[in-house]
């Protein structure tokens, strides 16, 4: 028998449990890498219960069933010392719970999780819902009274922080109709509850980037990142490949790549040769069995606008529409439908929303909230160039139960609730400056939405650097209006001076108006003086345009109301939107025009284009631009029926033809473009 030297034993044992260790940590992150980052997929919305008033968290709502049971919304008790949501019953019979105020679309025969964190005992998870049938174009919901579909989980008690975790499947009965379900976080008994970090997860495809419309040359590439997960939230890595047609047009896929680090697909596709505006469709496509198992979605993704020589293009802007439905015999939408055809006969780049999309909606359910939404989106859908929005106060109103609501915008509208984007040497970004909770501060601005402060002081400090120039869009004006003035008012003021934000274009107020600010961080410019007017009343915008291109001004400039009503204390008379060119970096127009101004197309040929414009009696335009895409060739442009001069910007494919011309009141203009070689 050898004699087992105990120095050796050590090394022995010291090798091979570094070796174990090295082990378990590889099968520890093969694990997470199993896992997609349920921020990106959650179903809920203020999941980790950071947002809220004094009254509740936003998009939940505490109900007390038997004796005296509370529910409190706690700082510095959830997991990591962030808030959570407590249940604090009085004896043993008391009971309730904090609940979802929305209820959530779930599709037949798909696999779903609900899942986060507790401490206590007595802890339950409960979903409710019902059969729905919605029907948009009618406005008609109908819903079961009692409910169809019902699960109830109890969690494992646990005296400090645990995670949970419970699947289930929605049955193929509902197939026909959507299933609307509400989740309910119940606590009993006599010991406090807690939840934090709560998710719900299904089955899905899921566009990660881009989050917004891009803006893209021909033929070049774009970036996709995708998350495919089944319904425990573990990424399927088993797809041979992926479809992405552009409408009707199949696009080359350059590369495929599965990211373990971050389990999303990175996916690269060629653009279109064609300029257009495209919706984006991806499929992904599996071998074998897999493909009949597994029913993913096609998701009908953001548009993807395919444009080149973006250095001279106008943009249109408007703000507050207040949609309630999809009628047309309605007269709110009848005045939307037609600004939404002027601008596209004006042939902008892109479009911007500075929010209130939806009517006033405090104290509406689900199906008339959806109704809103659906109608916006139709509408809005006639649009011929991408459209940025961002939410305006009644966008996240209070729903039926009394509780600020945020889910509804950004599941329904589908955009994030602030995100930027380049266009040439421009920056523009979009922010929400909506009061947490509304709760008596229903129309004051405020900016407090949880890390939105971080993200935007390192986006304009990025674009500054870049150089570029700055665009802000959000919905509540920062002065004259009601805004809290809090040390985070001042914050977003210093940010916006900190870093030469040339232009704020804000909504909510119902009017035109600009005001300027002599920005103490900037280049000094001419010796203009600030100025809080009103164009309509003291002159036409072009008067102003000086003030956009003075390097040391901030001009924060509020855009009327395109179909709701006019503000009583307004003095803009009339419903209209915004329009911008830029040239090289320099602003060259910028005016309201009134919805009584109307742009017709008379021919729109190969070889010509005409148009006819009527104005109303609001006001005129010296100088109006207006772009025409014409084949390559040689051209002459005609203004009512005289020959005019234009500037002509090449392109690859077509050329744009710019002509200035002057507008006056009550008057009606015709310019034709036409190619004579």
């Not at 197939?175 to 709560?198: H, P, Q």
């Not at 893209?216 to 425990?232: F, R, T, Y």
């Not at 101004?597 to 070889?607: N, Y």
């Amino acid at each position: 028998m050898s004699v087992i030297n105990l120095s050796e034993m050590q090394k022995y044992l010291k090798k091979y449990t570094i070796l174990l260790i090295i082990i378990l940590i590889g099968v520890e992150l093969n694990s997470a890498e199993k896992k997609v980052d349920c921020e990106l997929i959650n179903l809920l919305s203020n999941y980790g219960f950071e947002e809220g008033s004094a009254l509740s968290p936003v998009d939940w709502k505490f109900v007390n069933v038997h004796e005296a049971t509370t529910g409190k919304w706690s700082d510095n008790e959830g997991v990591n010392g962030s808030k959570c949501l407590i249940i604090k019953p009085q004896t043993g019979l008391s009971y309730g719970y904090w609940q979802t105020v929305y209820r959530i679309p779930l599709e037949a025969s798909n696999t779903y999780t609900i899942g986060g964190c507790h401490k206590g005992s007595e802890a339950r998870i409960i979903i409710k819902g019902a059969a729905v049938k919605y029907d948009p174009q009618n406005n008609v919901c109908s819903r079961s009274i009692s409910p169809e579909f019902s699960r109830q989980y109890k969690i494992t008690e646990s005296a400090n922080w645990k995670k949970f975790a419970k699947t289930f499947s929605v049955p193929n009965k509902f197939k026909d109709k959507k299933l609307w379900i509400e989740i309910k976080l119940m606590g009993a008994g006599k010991s406090l509850i807690r939840f934090d970090n709560i998710y719900l997860i299904g089955k899905a495809i899921k566009l990660v980037s881009p989050k917004v419309p891009r803006i893209v040359a021909p033929a070049k590439s774009i970036d996709l990142e995708l998350i495919a997960c089944d319904g425990a939230g573990n990424p399927v890595t088993d797809i041979d490949g992926w479809i992405v047609r552009a409408g009707n047009t199949e696009l080359k896929v350059l590369s495929k790549k599965f990211d373990k680090n971050n389990s999303q697909w990175k996916v690269r596709v060629k653009a279109p040769e064609k300029t257009g505006l495209y919706d984006l469709i991806i499929k992904p496509v599996f071998k074998g069995k897999r493909k009949d198992s597994f029913p993913y979605e096609i998701e009908k993704l953001k548009f993807v606008e395919v444009a080149d020589n973006v250095k001279f293009f106008a943009f249109a802007v408007f703000s507050d529409p207040h949609i309630y439905s999809y009628r047309k015999d309605n007269k709110r939408n009848r005045k939307f439908l037609h600004i939404l055809t002027t601008i596209n006969n004006l042939n902008p780049l892109f479009a911007l929303g500075l929010g209130d999309s939806c009517g006033i909606s405090n104290g509406y359910d689900d199906a008339r909230v959806k109704s809103m939404y659906d109608g916006y989106a139709r509408i809005v859908s006639t649009l011929n160039c991408p459209l940025y929005n961002i939410a305006g106060n009644h966008d996240v109103d209070k729903d039926d139960r009394g509780v600020q609501s945020r889910w509804y915008y950004t599941h329904y509208m589908k955009y994030p609730l602030y995100y930027s984007f380049d266009v040439a040497n421009f920056h523009f970004a979009g922010i929400d400056t909506n009061t947490v909770g509304i709760w008596k501060n229903d129309h004051r601005g405020s900016f407090n939405l949880p890390g939105q402060a971080e993200w935007l002081e390192k986006d304009l400090s990025a674009a500054r650097k870049n150089r570029k120039i700055i665009v802000l869009f959000f919905h509540e004006p920062l002065y004259g209006s009601p805004y809290i003035r809090d040390d985070k008012w001042k914050f977003l003021t210093e940010l916006i001076y900190k870093n030469n934000v040339k232009l704020a274009l804000e909504g909510h107020s119902h009017q035109n108006w600009i005001i300027t600010k002599k920005n103490a961080n900037a280049k000094s410019g001419d010796d203009l003086q600030e100025i809080s007017v009103n164009p309509d009343k003291t002159g036409n915008m072009t008067d102003y345009i000086k003030y956009l291109n003075n390097p040391s001004l901030t001009v924060f400039e509020q855009t009327t109301t395109c179909s709701a009503f006019i503000s009583r204390s307004s003095a803009t008379k009339y419903f209209g939107f915004r329009y911008i060119v830029v040239k090289d970096g320099k602003f060259i127009f910028d005016d309201s025009i009134p919805e009584s101004f109307s742009i017709k197309k008379l021919e729109d040929s190969s070889r010509a284009q005409e148009i006819e414009i009527v104005s109303g009696p609001e006001k005129s335009f010296k100088q109006f631009p207006l772009k025409f895409d014409m084949p390559p060739g040689k051209y002459k442009v005609l203004v009512n029926n005289k020959e005019s001069k234009y500037m002509s910007v090449p392109g690859k494919q077509h050329n744009k033809l710019w002509v200035f011309v002057d507008i006056p009141k009550k008057s009606k203009t015709t310019i034709k473009a036409i190619i004579v070689k």
